[in-house]
């Protein structure tokens, strides 16, 4: 293992002091990749982290309690530690958290010969802490805070996010204020999407918990199989036996804890993962159907109906 003394101060750079705008190629004798960061007008620090290094590389830095973080892992898994907390941190492909810094060393170790592609937002807290002012009451405003400032929330990487990414790239398309609008209102929509699903468990755990812990733990198996299989997701019944709760059980339980009912689930998944599709440009319809439905001529119609939406 090498410890890189130039990575070690771009991390401090990033997580230190008010970061700079950086597009920084990874040396070749430590492996392949790049980091790349834009920040916005209200001091909002977007960046884009793909790297692959030749052996393993210790990296370390101090955390700012200035800012709170959204880390979101598209690849493989990565921890790290903190001073003064006692389990170790990490993220699995797919997942995200969000967390404030600590004002302590923080220290992560890259595999070699692994792929990480991470995207992350850095809000300054005092700024996010006027949008959560602006936009909500008081009690739903503590509730948030006591997630964002106290607390590290773990959520799944939705497909609507997946959607949100590949169009902040497109912010480069538009020049000076109006690139700012556009990367601003991307970030809001994401910020959104993830305080949505990290805030969606915790708000509606009382309305489920006359259910087992079992019971709501088979409620969110049942969750995890539709997302992997959209295509050909199982039918209610199908769900109900291979997750060992009752049919009952399970409708009751899904509608309260996603706020609509499985079938319900399942098409609004695939219309927001069709949507993502479309907005690339890379498939047609036909393949999209298929891709998304696991058929072709009956929801050929259905994206055909649906375009002048999106």
């Not at 993220?91 to 004002?103: D, F, I, M, P």
């Not at 299989?229 to 309260?256: M, T, W």
Request: net charge neutral.
């Amino acid at each position: 293992m090498c410890i890189d003394k130039g990575l070690n101060r771009l991390y401090s750079d990033y997580f230190g002091a008010a970061p700079k705008s950086v597009v920084m190629a990874m040396p070749g004798e430590i492996g392949k990749g790049q980091i790349a960061q834009v920040i916005t007008k209200q001091g909002v620090v977007l960046s884009e982290w793909e790297m692959k290094y030749n052996t393993d590389v210790s990296v370390e830095g101090m955390s700012s309690e200035e800012y709170i973080q959204f880390l979101f892992c598209l690849n493989d898994s990565v921890s790290w530690t903190v001073e003064g907390v006692r389990d170790e941190l990490n993220l699995k492909a797919g997942e995200a958290c969000a967390y404030r810094g600590r004002g302590e060393k923080e220290h992560l170790c890259y595999c070699g010969d692994k792929d990480y592609s991470f995207k992350c937002l850095r809000f300054p807290a005092a700024y996010l802490k006027g949008l959560l002012d602006d936009y909500f009451g008081l009690d739903m405003r503590t509730s948030y805070e006591e997630k964002l400032w106290n607390d590290i929330s773990k959520i799944r990487i939705s497909p609507h996010m997946q959607h949100i990414f590949s169009e902040l790239k497109e912010f480069s398309r538009y020049t000076g204020g109006l690139g700012n609008l556009f990367l601003d209102s991307k970030i809001h929509e994401l910020l959104a999407a993830y305080l949505s699903e990290a805030l969606e468990i915790g708000i509606v755990d009382h309305k489920i918990s006359k259910l087992a812990r079992s019971d709501q733990e088979a409620i969110r198996d049942a969750q995890r199989i539709i997302d992997s299989q959209l295509a050909y997701a199982p039918s209610i019944e199908q769900l109900s036996r291979l997750v060992g709760i009752s049919l009952s059980k399970l409708s009751k339980g899904f509608s309260a804890l996603y706020g609509m009912p499985v079938h319900a689930y399942i098409i609004d998944k695939r219309m927001e993962k069709a949507a993502s599709l479309l907005m690339n440009g890379e498939y047609t319809i036909t393949q999209i159907a298929s891709m998304v439905w696991g058929c072709r001529t009956k929801c050929n119609k259905m994206l055909n109906a649906t375009i002048p939406f999106f």
